[in-house]
């Protein structure tokens, strides 16, 4: 596999922690707390692989909905995750971002993602962006509503470096976990030629072979941007006797 069949930037829908708990009897807290251990290990195997942007959805805009126990216990585990793996991820030259609307977090999350954001923003191997509390239909209207402040014109580019991920490019592959088929309000803008790949597997049981194995049908993608096959690879394609 040569470096072009590695996606630059890979975005993950991280699907399927509550029933990987509940085939087991377990809370469903204890379903997210695997699926940190699957993450560590993903942001590692994704350094090794030569990515250099990894965006992840941990909670979403309507994530907020769930019984107030899980709620809570995403944000406690949040926290606790930030001060628990920055140092490793640090030491791996991890970049970490946070992506979505700080405001409604509490402070103690607030202040561990703006430290953990301090700790490693000179570090340059591969930038982590954690979605929580994030929505694309958010994302779009706070791009208009500061372009609006602003008075500035609304295009696409100006749109464009208005977004929450405008410090990385779009995402080339884009997966779901967890059998699910849809986007779920994730990267609705940014992923507008995302490649897509979605496996049955749950979340925590998601390794470095399913990683490798997504890479792998990423390398066998066409992307042709509205393009015919034979302008993005010409002689290619089996010519029809
Ligand atoms: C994804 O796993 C993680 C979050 C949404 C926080 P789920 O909790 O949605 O797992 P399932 O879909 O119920 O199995
Ligand atoms: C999407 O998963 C959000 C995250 C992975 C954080 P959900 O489990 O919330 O999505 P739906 O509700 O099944 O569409
Ligand atoms: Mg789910």
């Known amino acids: ?108 999350v607030r202040a561990g993602l703006q430290q953990a954001e301090a700790a490693t923003a000179s570090n340059q191997r591969l930038t982590f962006n954690i979605c929580f509390n994030y929505g694309g239909r958010w994302d779009i209207a706070q791009a208009a509503a500061s372009l609006a402040a602003k008075g500035e014109p609304v295009t696409e580019a100006s749109l ?35 490649e897509l790949y979605f496996s049955d597997k749950l979340w925590p049981d998601f390794d470095e072979a399913a990683i490798d194995a997504a890479i792998a049908d990423y390398a066998g993608r066409e992307r042709r941007f509205g393009k015919t096959s034979e302008q993005v690879a010409p002689g290619k394609s089996k010519k029809v006797a």
């Open 1 to 108: 596999m040569g470096p072009a069949a590695i996606p630059h930037h890979i975005a993950i829908v991280m699907d399927g922690n509550g029933r990987w708990a509940m085939r087991r009897y377990l809370p469903r807290v204890a379903g997210h707390k695997k699926g940190v251990d699957a993450l560590r290990a993903c942001v590692l195997h994704c350094g090794e692989r030569g990515v250099r942007v990894l965006t992840v959805f941990a909670f979403s805009s309507e994530n907020w909905n769930r019984p107030q126990e899980e709620v809570s216990g995403l944000m406690e585990l949040l926290a606790v995750a930030l001060t628990r793996e920055v140092p490793q991820l640090h030491a791996e030259g991890v970049r970490i971002h946070f992506v979505g609307n700080r405001a409604a977090l509490s402070d103690k």
């Open 160 to 194: 464009d470096r208005a977004m929450a991920l405008s410090h990385v490019p779009d995402p080339d592959l884009l997966i779901r976990t967890g059998g699910e088929q849809r986007i779920s309000n994730f990267l609705l803008w940014q992923g507008a030629y995302s």
